[in-house]
């Protein structure tokens, strides 16, 4: 495909292709960026920006927009269609009030196996368990490591890490070694927390027989 030149929304986290994301859009260089989308039928790019612009990001199209204020403020629906790397950045696209620069998209290959997945979601699930979150999270749902991404609290820096990669067998080998590091800090959390709540008790010990 090639590059692009798209206008910037740059935002301070990660957009997976697939996901859906509601924004409030006040700045006047964004109101006029997403009525030019509106109006053309046209997407917009979501560098990811932290401490300075990343080479990454999203791609998004509008859905809907929700609601429009008598301040032009308004609030939008939109959906990431996939993975962009950032060649340029125009603090001011040509004659725009907002940012702009040359994109590339970056293909995103389905390529796990069964396998794989079924030892992340086992894993995923043994988060939820020692977090007691199961009630607000059914990790069966989900279908790829982009949404368990979101689900599980990965930290901005490891969902940038996670954007950049092409494969999803890269993916969920990624977050099946996050969660293989993790599960066991915290199932030490869990159990200093279970010996604080009995420090002050009235404890039995059986004697000890030596």
Not at 25 to 54: A, D, H, S
Not at 97 to 116: A, K, T
Request: hydrophobic residues 35%; charged residues 25%.
């Amino acid at each position: 495909m090639g590059k692009r030149y798209l206008p910037f929304f740059p935002l301070k986290l990660v957009a997976f292709p697939g996901e859906q994301l509601n924004l409030h859009v006040f700045e006047p260089r964004y109101k006029q960026l997403i009525n030019e989308c509106v109006n053309e039928g046209t997407t917009f790019g979501i560098p990811v920006f932290e401490e300075g612009m990343k080479e990454f990001g999203s791609e998004m199209e509008i859905i809907e927009v929700v609601k429009r204020y008598p301040t032009g403020e308004m609030d939008i629906s939109t959906r990431c269609i996939g993975t962009i790397q950032v060649f340029s950045f125009d603090e001011k696209a040509p004659n725009k009030l907002y940012s702009g620069g040359y994109i590339e998209s970056i293909e995103n290959i389905h390529d796990s196996s069964s396998e794989q997945w079924f030892l992340l979601k086992r894993l995923g699930k043994q988060l939820i368990s020692l977090l007691k979150m199961e009630e607000k999270l059914d990790v069966e749902l989900l279908s790829s490591s982009f949404e368990l991404a979101h689900k599980l609290g990965l930290s901005l820096e490891q969902e940038y890490d996670m954007l950049q990669m092409t494969r999803e067998s890269q993916r969920q080998a990624y977050m099946i070694n996050h969660l293989e590091r993790a599960l066991p800090l915290i199932r030490e959390m869990e159990g200093a927390k279970d010996r604080i709540k009995m420090n002050g008790h009235f404890q039995h010990h059986d004697p000890l027989n030596f």
